[in-house]
C-alpha cells in the first residue's frame, strides 16, 4: 500500500501543473468564437491570478504547521472530521465526474462512436483505483513521465500547426464584459489544483511558495500557447467543431504525414487518469487512513454512477459539467471552509501548538 | 486483493478489446479517398471514388443538390458502409464550385470525421475524366498540390484554409489551386471573390 516517505514538493506541483493543463485539452464550448488572442491572454491572466488566490488559505497551513489541511482538522478538531470529509468526499466525487464526463464524450464522438462511454469510464476508473491505492508517491513519480511525454506532444502538435498559421484576424482586442467575466471563470478552472494541494501537500518536503506561482505561470503559458494556435493556425474553423485541441492535434501535419490524434488521445488519458488518481487519493484522506482500498473503491463506484446518471440524463449532465457551478464548488472547498477553520476554530497556526 | 483485481481487469479488458462483436470487414467497409463535383444530366453530380488496389478506380454517381445530400443518399441509396474519415480530396469543377463550394465546405467544417487539412481544388471536366480512369491521377495530383502549397503558401488548398477565408468578411478575395488537363494536369492559383460565392 502507500508508503510515508515524504516527496519533493516540486514533483506534487509538476504533477498539478500537468492536471491545470489537462482543463485546455478537454476544452471545448466555453470560450467566445468572436474574441481575439489579446482578450484570451487577458482572460487567462485573470483566471490564473484568481487561481493563485485560492492557493493562499492551503499555502498558508502547510507552511506554518507543516500539515494539510484533513491531517490538521484530524489533530486538532476530531469531531469535526466526519464534516470535513463528507463535505471534501462529495467535492471530489463532483469533480472527478466534471472531468471524466468530457473525456468519455470526447473518446466516444471522435474515436470510437460506438462505445458506450460507461464502458470507457468503468476501464478508466478501474485503472485509477489501482493508481490511487498504490499513493501519491506513485502518482506523482508517473508525472514525471507523463510531463516528458506531454512536452512531446506538445511540440509536435503546435510545430506541426506552424505551416497553418494566419495572421489574418484575431489579433484585435475584441469582446464584451460578460464575454470576459465567462472568459476569466473558465480559466479559474484549474483552481482545483488548489484543493489537490491542500490535501496532499503532507506528503511533500522543501515546500517554496514560488513552486505554486511557477505551476500557475507554466500552467498559463500553456494555454496561452494553445490559444495561439486555436486563433491562428484553425480560426473560424475550431468553433464549428468540439474540442479544439483535439481539432489541432488533427491539423498537424509534417510534409505528407499528418494528424497526430494518437498522441493527443495519449495525453487526454493519462491527464485524466492522473486527475482521478489523485482524487480518489485525496477522498480516501478525507475519510481517514489514506490509500483505504475499500475507501477507493466505494468513492470510484460513486463516480461511476454519477457519470453513468449524467450519461443518460441530460439535466444532471449539464449541472456536472457546469464552469459556474465548479469554481464555486472549488471556491467554498479551497478558499471558505478552511478560511471558516481557521477562523471560528481558532486554530494556533504554530509548529508547537498543533505538535507538528 | 490488488493482484486478483488487476488480472480480472486485465482479463475483461482483453475480451472487450478483441473486436469479435459489430467488426466490419475491411473489403466490406466502403472507404472513400475522393469525391469529385460536377455538372451532370439531372444536376449537379457528386461522385465518390472507393479505395481499392486496382488501376482503374471504383465510382459511384450520385445526383444531389449539396454534399450533405449526396452523403446521405449515398449511405442510404448506394454505399450502405460508407466511410469518409479517409476523404483526402475533394475536386470541384470550374462549372460548379460557385453553386457549392461555400456550402459543401461549411458542412464539412461541422463533421468530425473529416480531416480539415484534405485537399480541394478546382479543376476542369476533363480532369475528373482521367481520375474516373486511372486510380493514379489522383496521387499525382495531390503530390502537386503538396508542391503548390510548399511553393505558394498563400494558396488554399484544403477546407480549412478555404472556410477560414469565406468566413472573413471584408476582404479581396483568395486563391485556390486550379487543375488543367490543357496544362497536363498541372496545378495552379485561381484568385477567387468570396462574395462571388453566395451562402
Do not use: W
Not at chain 1, 468572436?34 to 483566471?47: E, P, S, T
Request: hydrophobic share 50%; glycine share 6%.
Amino acid at each position: 500500500m502507500q508508503t510515508k516517505v515524504a516527496f519533493s514538493a516540486k514533483r506534487l506541483l509538476l504533477t498539478l501543473l500537468l492536471c491545470s493543463c489537462s482543463v485546455i485539452l478537454l476544452q471545448s464550448f466555453d470560450l467566445s468564437p468572436r474574441a481575439g488572442f489579446l482578450f484570451h491572454l487577458i482572460c487567462i491572466a485573470v483566471g490564473l491570478a484568481v487561481s493563485f488566490l485560492f492557493f493562499i488559505p492551503s499555502v498558508v497551513i502547510r507552511v506554518r504547521t507543516g500539515f494539510d489541511f484533513p491531517t490538521l482538522v484530524h489533530r486538532e478538531s476530531p469531531r469535526l472530521s466526519p464534516f470535513i470529509a463528507v463535505f471534501y468526499g462529495a467535492y471530489f466525487v463532483y469533480t472527478a465526474v466534471f472531468f471524466l464526463l468530457p473525456y468519455t464524450d470526447m473518446f466516444c464522438k471522435k474515436y470510437f462512436p460506438e462505445t458506450s462511454p460507461c464502458f470507457v469510464a468503468a476501464l478508466l476508473l478501474i485503472s485509477c483505483v489501482y493508481a490511487a491505492a498504490k499513493g501519491t508517491n506513485v502518482i506523482t513519480r508517473f508525472g514525471i513521465f507523463l510531463f516528458v511525454f506531454a512536452l512531446i506532444a506538445n511540440v509536435l502538435m503546435m510545430g506541426g500547426s506552424v505551416s497553418s498559421l494566419s495572421f489574418g484576424s484575431g489579433v484585435v482586442l475584441n469582446g464584451t464584459a460578460d464575454e470576459l467575466f465567462r472568459g476569466a471563470l473558465y480559466f479559474v478552472t484549474p483552481a482545483f489544483i488548489a484543493v489537490i494541494f491542500g490535501f496532499l501537500s503532507g506528503f511533500t518536503k522543501n515546500f517554496r511558495l514560488r513552486q505554486v506561482v511557477l505551476t500557475l505561470i507554466l500552467t498559463g503559458v500553456k494555454y496561452a500557447a494553445i490559444m495561439f494556435f486555436v486563433c491562428f493556425a484553425l480560426g473560424a474553423y475550431a468553433y464549428r467543431q468540439e474540442y479544439q485541441t483535439f481539432v489541432l492535434s488533427r491539423v498537424a501535419h509534417f510534409g505528407i504525414y499528418s494528424g497526430i490524434e494518437s498522441v493527443y488521445l495519449a495525453l487526454t488519458t493519462m491527464s485524466v487518469f492522473l486527475i482521478v488518481s489523485l482524487f480518489l487519493c485525496c477522498v480516501g484522506k478525507s475519510v481517514g487512513q489514506s490509500g483505504v482500498l475499500k475507501h477507493i473503491i466505494c468513492f470510484a463506484a460513486v463516480i461511476f454512477t454519477l457519470h453513468t446518471c449524467a450519461v443518460y440524463l441530460r439535466p444532471v449532465s449539464e449541472l456536472l459539467t457546469d464552469t459556474a457551478v465548479m469554481v464555486g464548488f472549488t471556491f467554498i472547498a479551497a478558499v471558505v471552509v478552511p478560511c471558516a477553520y481557521l477562523i471560528f476554530g481558532r486554530v494556533r497556526l504554530d509548529k508547537k501548538a498543533v505538535g507538528a | 486483493m490488488i493482484k486478483k483485481l488487476s488480472a480480472l481487469s486485465l482479463i475483461l479488458i482483453t475480451l472487450a478489446l478483441v473486436g469479435c462483436k459489430d467488426s466490419r470487414r475491411i473489403e466490406n467497409a466502403a472507404v472513400i479517398e475522393n469525391v469529385s463535383v460536377d455538372r451532370g444530366g439531372e444536376g449537379i453530380l457528386y461522385t465518390f471514388y472507393l479505395l481499392g488496389s486496382g488501376d482503374k478506380p471504383r465510382a459511384v454517381s450520385v445526383p444531389a443538390a449539396s454534399f450533405e445530400e449526396a452523403c446521405a443518399l449515398a449511405e442510404e441509396a448506394y454505399i450502405p458502409n460508407l466511410s469518409l474519415a479517409k476523404l483526402e480530396l475533394l475536386m470541384l469543377s470550374e462549372d460548379v464550385y460557385r453553386e457549392v463550394m461555400r456550402t459543401d465546405v461549411e458542412y464539412i467544417s461541422t463533421q468530425s470525421s473529416f480531416s480539415p487539412i484534405a485537399y480541394v481544388t478546382l479543376c476542369d471536366r476533363e480532369t475528373i475524366r482521367s481520375v474516373e480512369k486511372d486510380s493514379e491521377v489522383q496521387r499525382l495530383i495531390e503530390r502537386q498540390l503538396v508542391l503548390l502549397k510548399k511553393n505558394n503558401p498563400s494558396v488554399c488548398v484544403d477546407y480549412l484554409s478555404i472556410f477560414n477565408n469565406l468566413e472573413r468578411k471584408g476582404e479581396e478575395g483568395f486563391y485556390v489551386a486550379q487543375i488543367s488537363s490543357k496544362k497536363e494536369l498541372k496545378v495552379s492559383e485561381m484568385h477567387i471573390y468570396s462574395k462571388n460565392i453566395p451562402k
